[in-house]
């Protein structure tokens, strides 16, 4: 059992059912189902959403930094981020960048153990090249994904 899944079962004294927990839950606005409220209650899920978080903790006696220290996430700020009134200017295009970022600063690092290990102290790649990468020294410099070829490395 997860720690996350230990403190919902502990919260839950009154001895819900998954059943109930997900209907309460959805009178209170969430779309929390009760399959996903039994997989959390056994411990049986995977990285935890905020509106997950936010449906347990609606109806649970449990406040909402609990539930992310146990999930193992920053509990500390528990108000949705609010961007500051200069971002009233930017375009449509320009907010869903700016959400898209944000998203991607709250993955997982996707970054592969073996690209991790060719690094050096510095971040630094060693020189060692992934398998299946070219090692041809007259390779063409790369394009990049708009505009002219990229320049070449210092």
Do not use: C, W
């Not at 919260?11 to 998954?18: E, I, P, Q, T, V």
């Not at 600063?105 to 060693?126: I, N």
């Not at 020294?137 to 994904?145: F, G, H, L, S």
Request: charged share 30%; glycine share 6%; aromatic share 2%.
């Amino acid at each position: 059992m997860t720690a996350l899944s230990e403190l919902l079962v502990a919260a839950n004294a009154a001895g819900l059912s998954a059943r109930s927990l997900a209907k309460q839950a959805q009178e209170a606005g969430f779309t929390i189902n009760h399959d996903t409220a039994a997989r959390y209650l056994r411990g049986d899920h995977g990285r935890p959403d905020e509106d997950t978080l936010r449906a347990f903790a609606s109806v649970l006696p449990v406040r909402l930094a609990d539930l992310r220290a146990a999930a193992r996430l920053p509990a500390e700020e528990t108000e949705p981020y609010r961007p500051p009134a200069e971002a009233s200017r930017l375009t449509r295009r320009q907010r869903r960048a700016v959400d898209e970022i944000i998203r991607a600063m709250l993955e997982p690092s996707t970054a592969s153990v073996t690209e991790l290990a060719d690094r050096q102290p510095s971040g630094r790649p060693t020189g060692r090249r992934r398998p299946g990468a070219s090692s041809s020294a007259n390779e063409a410099p790369r394009a990049a994904r708009r505009g002219g070829a990229e320049p070449p490395a210092k």
